[in-house]
């Protein structure tokens, strides 16, 4: 029984090793460009390996999804457990914003979860992309009781985040223009963003090379 558990989390920590490093992959290199081989590199481990866990590529990159989109519920549910009855509209706000911030400072997650936005046509990958967006939207509207209206205009904010980071405007930090728009996207925020987000940047330049 024991050697049956020690076997059972061995493979569970080589599964989350193995998408730990398909999130950096596809993030920095997309669906296309992320291949199984590079993956395995990335983790340290054959091609064969990958392929003998997670199949196809595309099963592969649809459960790296899987993985940043519970993320992020998760991360939006952590907040909300902090929530007392006299928190009030802003403090939840700034909570919720907070802890996502911290999450999507791992480009990787941000980067996959991009991606999987951009596939709204494919067959597969669109269904599953609205799907987890649907579902972070009804946690803050519904669990967080933020409201439609006030819910649409954070994920507004949220995605201007995103899409900031994504193509790595920290790395221009210091251009007049650059450094407000970031300063108003991020708030309060900006300086721990910029040296979480630089670190990782060091991370993805590794992974590209």
Same mark, same amino acid.
């Given at each position: 029984m024991s050697s049956e558990k020690t076997s059972r989390l061995s493979?569970?920590?080589?599964?989350? *090793? =193995?998408?730990?490093?398909?999130?950096?992959? +596809?993030?920095?290199?997309?669906? &296309?460009?992320?291949?199984?081989?590079?993956?395995?590199?990335? @983790?340290?481990?054959? *091609? @064969?390996? &990958?392929?003998?866990?997670?199949?196809?590529?595309?099963?592969? +990159?649809?459960?790296?999804?899987a993985r940043a989109g519970q993320r992020v519920a998760d991360t939006f549910r952590a907040a909300i457990a902090q929530f007392t009855p006299e928190t009030t509209l802003e403090e939840k706000l700034h909570l919720l914003g907070e802890t996502y911030g911290n999450l999507i400072a791992d480009r990787g997650t941000l980067l996959s979860?991009?991606?999987?936005?951009? *596939?709204?046509?494919?067959?597969?990958?669109?269904?599953?992309?609205? @799907? #987890?967006?649907?579902?972070? +939207?009804?946690?803050?509207?519904? /669990?967080?009781? =933020?409201?439609?209206?006030?819910?649409? @205009?954070?994920?507004?904010?949220?995605?201007?985040?995103?899409?900031l980071l994504a193509?790595?405007?920290?790395?221009? #930090?210091?251009?007049?223009?650059?450094? /407000?728009?970031?300063q108003y996207a991020f708030g309060e925020k900006c300086d721990d963003l910029l040296v979480l987000v630089r670190s990782q940047a060091i991370m993805a330049d590794a992974v590209r090379a």
């Open positions: 493979g569970d920590n080589r599964r989350e *090793q =193995i998408l730990g490093a398909a999130t950096a992959v +596809f993030g920095e290199r997309g669906y &296309v460009g992320g291949t199984t081989d590079a993956i395995a590199r990335a @983790a340290g481990i054959s *091609q @064969a390996y &990958v392929v003998r866990m997670f199949g196809t590529k595309e099963d592969l +990159f649809a459960e790296v999804c979860l991009m991606h999987a936005f951009t *596939q709204g046509a494919d067959p597969k990958f669109g269904p599953l992309g609205r @799907a #987890y967006f649907l579902d972070a +939207f009804r946690i803050v509207r519904d /669990e967080a009781g =933020i409201g439609g209206p006030q819910t649409t @205009a954070f994920f507004a904010q949220g995605m201007l985040i995103n899409t193509m790595r405007m920290p790395d221009v #930090y210091g251009d007049a223009d650059a450094d /407000e728009l970031m």
